[in-house]
Nanobody
């Protein structure tokens, strides 16, 4: 069973919004005890941290997305979300969900976000 599955990516125009979802297999990991995070890989580069939410609901964001993205969690459903508003072409990339710090076996396939001018 895949530990984490991301969804919600797509092709949008600049200024539009998307909401990403991450379903975590409870058999693999119960997120209640973990800080969870979203990462992204842009243009074949490394995976960079985009946003994280700790077990108390406190959040932290990369400077490039502050004020535009909102990370949240639903412990009862073992889900993590990323609301992305006012998307920019520079946000184009593959988005991944994982714990923070990341756990290697938990990397899922990611979900592709493409933002056009």
């Amino acid at each position: 069973q895949v530990p984490l599955v991301e969804s919600g990516g797509g092709l949008v125009q600049a200024g539009q919004s998307l909401t990403l979802a991450c379903k975590v297999s409870r058999r693999s990991h119960n997120i209640r005890a973990s800080t969870m995070a979203w990462y992204r890989r842009i243009a074949g580069g490394q995976r960079d941290l985009v946003a994280r939410v700790d077990i108390g609901g406190n959040t932290d964001y990369a400077d490039s997305v502050k004020g535009r993205f909102t990370v949240s969690r639903n412990n009862a459903e073992n889900m993590v979300y990323l609301q992305m508003n006012t998307l920019e072409p520079g946000d184009t990339g593959v988005y991944y969900c994982n714990a923070f710090p990341p756990v290697r076996p938990f990397w899922g396939p990611g979900t592709l976000v493409t933002v056009t001018e």
